[in-house]
Each structure stands twice: as structure tokens, then as C-alpha cells.
């Protein structure tokens, strides 16, 4: 049974840094592509970040480039992601997911059907 938790959210002031954490069990992790979303209320589930697991290949939105970082451990079977200059707009529940059997390219659009499992969330608040 795969699970995906998450952890790290909280409570960060405008300019601040936070590191989710995305601990995985269940996954044989030779051929996943892991990813981060965040989703605001009453606002759609935004992609912001995916790996592929084995190679390490990374991907960041557009919109997040610069502040977000994505990478993985694979001996803790954990995937994070840093955050640094937080802004309010950044305040959310950020899930994390995984696409069992997949790899996506650099130019892969990038939606949450691509995913077969998700976490519960985290939960993000920016402070102004």
C-alpha cells in the first residue's frame, strides 16, 4: 500500500523559509515521478515541482523558479522542498504525489491526473 506523508508546514513571515518533507513507503521508487502541488481555497491544485526518482531529474514552475527547490533522498525515500523568500500569496496546503511507472520530460504539461497517489497535505501560512 503506498502512503505519502507530509510534514513541515506551518506558520513562516513574509521572507522566511520552510522545508516540506514527503516521506514514502510502498513505492519501489525504480521508476516513479514524484511532485509537489500547493492548492489556496477556492483556487485550483497548482503544480509546482517534480522529480524523476532514479535519475534525479528536476523540474520547477515558472512560477516558483528561484524560490523552490526540489530534490530527494533516496536512502530515506523522502522528497523535499525548500522554500525560501515566502510570500503571503504562497499560503496554502501543499500536497505531495506520486506517478507510479512514469517519467516526464522538461517540456511534460504538467497536471494533477498525471499522479495516481497523494498525501493529505500541509498545511502553508505566510505571514505578511
Known amino acids: 500500500q503506498v502512503q505519502l506523508v507530509e510534514s513541515g508546514g506551518g506558520l513562516a513571515q513574509a521572507g522566511g523559509s520552510l522545508r516540506l518533507s514527503c516521506a514514502a513507503s510502498g513505492l519501489s521508487f525504480r521508476a516513479y515521478n514524484m511532485g509537489w502541488f500547493r492548492q489556496a481555497p477556492g483556487k485550483e491544485r497548482e503544480f509546482l515541482a517534480s522529480?524523476?526518482?532514479?535519475?534525479?531529474?528536476?523540474y520547477v514552475a515558472n512560477s516558483v523558479k528561484g524560490r523552490f527547490t526540489i530534490s530527494r533522498d533516496i536512502a530515506a525515500n523522502t522528497m523535499y522542498l525548500q522554500m525560501v523568500s515566502l510570500k503571503p500569496e504562497d499560503t496554502a496546503v501543499y500536497l505531495c504525489?506520486?506517478?507510479?511507472?512514469?517519467?516526464?520530460?522538461?517540456?511534460?504539461?504538467?497536471?494533477?491526473?498525471?499522479?495516481?497517489?497523494w498525501g493529505q497535505g500541509t498545511q502553508v501560512t505566510v505571514s505578511s
Open positions: 522529480v524523476n526518482w532514479r535519475p534525479g531529474s528536476t
Open positions: 504525489a506520486a506517478a507510479e511507472g512514469a517519467y516526464f520530460g522538461s517540456s511534460h504539461d504538467y497536471t494533477e491526473i498525471d499522479y495516481d497517489y
